[in-house]
T-cell receptor, first 117, second 115 residues
Framework: NAGVMQNPRHLVRRRGQEARLRCSPMKGHSHVYWYRQLPEEGLKFMVYLQKENIIDESGMPKERFSAEFPKEGPSILRIQQVVRGDSAAYFC???????????????FGPGTRLTVL | GDSVTQMEGPVTLSEEACLTINCTYTATGYPSLFWYVQYPGEGLQLLLKATKADDKGSNKGFEATYRKETTSFHLEKGSVQVSDSAVYFCALKRNYGGSQGNLIFGKGTKLSVKP
């Protein structure tokens, strides 16, 4: 059973370009979480999605960032008009069902390291 | 709001030394507590967890006990190995109310074990 897959592993963009980060959850998992790790920092929650629904986006910046998890295909984290401050590692995690009230583990992918020049 | 504070690193130890990485938390109610480990260039892996007060999580020789009275979840290992070199993150998850899905992480503690 393949783990959580993220691609690309490394992404370089120039200021003003768009970045698209993809996450394929583990087989049988329908819940996806995105986290951002800035240099020398812990992970910060960004957004929690189920298939075709955003459950919690309280950690998403108000502008330029969006996320989706369509019925078919991977979850996408999209950053428009990137700036140098967006440079970070972006991690995706998945779980088999919602964590609300439960104790299911989140399984993390290897991350996408975004560098904005 | 809820938060996790863990000891600053880096921590450098010799092989077979004892390890303690302190972690304290602030949360309303009774969160679940976790330790994750991140090896260089990789994602996070769950190391151990505890879901209620006085629970002890353990894995690969690591242990942590959920202490409600001191709001702590310190990570311990009696004899570290070079292969334990990694960054360790303490995290909590609420079990009630809004934002139950997300984990709240500490800043991480980098451990280096020398032969």
């Amino acid at each position: 059973n393949a783990g959580v897959m993220q691609n690309p592993r490394h992404l370089v963009r120039r200021r003003g370009q768009e970045a698209r980060l993809r996450c394929s959850p583990m087989k049988g998992h329908s819940h996806v979480y995105w986290y951002r790790q800035l240099p020398e920092e812990g992970l910060k929650f960004m957004v929690y999605l189920q298939k075709e629904n955003i459950i919690d986006e309280s950690g998403m910046p108000k502008e330029r960032f969006s996320a989706e998890f369509p019925k078919e295909g991977p979850s996408i984290l999209r950053i428009q008009q990137v700036v140098r401050g967006d440079s970070a590692a972006y991690f995706c995690a998945s779980s088999p069902q919602g964590l609300a009230g439960g104790h299911n583990e989140q399984f993390f992918g290897p991350g996408t390291r975004l560098t904005v020049l | 709001g809820d938060s996790v504070t863990q000891m600053e690193g880096p921590v450098t130890l010799s092989e077979e030394a004892c390890l303690t990485i302190n972690c304290t938390y602030t949360a309303t109610g009774y969160p679940s507590l976790f330790w994750y480990v991140q090896y260089p260039g990789e994602g996070l892996q769950l190391l151990l967890k505890a879901t209620k007060a006085d629970d002890k999580g353990s894995n690969k020789g690591f242990e942590a006990t959920y202490r409600k009275e001191t709001t702590s979840f310190h990570l311990e290992k009696g004899s570290v190995q070079v292969s334990d070199s990694a960054v360790y993150f303490c995290a909590l998850k609420r079990n009630y109310g809004g934002s139950q899905g997300n984990l709240i992480f500490g800043k991480g503690t980098k451990l280096s074990v020398k032969p």
